[in-house]
């Protein structure tokens, strides 16, 4: 098809990034999938046989690797009209004694793998009616119980996200934020403590959310179905939280 759309999502191996890029499969999008792991973007190639999915190695953290990879999808003359910053970690443990390094990490790994390739594709220019959605944390507005590096760079990101949707909009880029509550998916961390100690988590849940259930990766999903469609094009700088009402 001549005029298909193209899609970038950083983070798009595993967990919540490989349901959304199912999603945009399903879409028949051209997918473009970043990540550092290479084991899992081969084992994802292999699982999902579809011509429209690309996959590159790359840290995101990294500003030369981001150059790089965007230098290839440009070279291949590929238009990108979504990106979706997704890449990030959460898994950090905050200490006294540690505490310059857990921040740098967090910073790293939930902020930077935004920024990067956000600035690294205004600078290529390869973009059309393009739409941004970068993917933070309820753990942004210090809800829940997440490390102090982890919310602040999430709070960060956030905040990112509503101020540089002033800049992008005079290129005529739309950015919005989205972020999830406590997700259940399998083999998360989350899925993990339910299977040890189910009536514990449920009345975690039950105390805490409003809605008393899960955020599920379809309610995710669905907001980014908003976010993408003709619908939201006068949205701009905001973040949507998923998360059930969590205190």
């Known amino acids: 098809m001549k005029n298909k759309k193209n899609v970038v999502i950083c983070g798009g191996s595993y967990g919540l990034g490989l349901e959304i890029t199912k999603y945009f499969l399903k879409k028949k999008i051209n997918v473009i999938v970043l990540a ?34 965007f230098s290839k999808i440009k070279e291949r003359k590929k238009i990108i009209n979504y990106l979706i910053c997704n890449a990030g970690s959460g898994k950090l443990e905050y200490t006294i004694n540690k505490k310059y390094v857990d921040y740098k990490k967090a910073y790293e790994q939930n902020l930077f793998t935004a920024i990067n390739p956000i600035d690294v594709l205004m600078s290529k220019k390869n973009f059309k009616n393009l739409k941004i959605i970068t993917i933070a944390s309820i753990a942004g507005y210090f809800k829940g119980n997440a490390p102090l590096p982890y919310s602040l760079a999430k709070n960060s990101l956030i905040n990112y996200s509503k101020q540089i949707s002033k800049e992008l909009a005079k290129k005529k880029v739309i950015i919005n934020s989205v972020s999830p509550g406590h997700i259940f998916q399998k083999n998360n961390n989350w899925y993990k403590k339910y299977i040890i100690d189910k009536t514990k ?23 980014i179905d908003f976010l993408i469609s003709k619908n939201s094009n006068y949205i701009t700088g905001v973040d949507i939280k998923v998360d059930g009402n969590t205190n």
């Open 36 to 69: 550092r792991n290479k084991l899992k973007l081969m084992e994802i190639k292999k699982k999902i046989k579809d011509k429209n999915l690309e996959i590159y190695k790359c840290d995101l953290s990294i500003l030369q690797e981001v150059e790089n990879v």
């Open 201 to 223: 988590i449920k009345k975690f849940i039950n105390t805490n959310v409003s809605l008393k259930r899960f955020c599920l990766t379809r309610d995710i999903i669905n907001v």
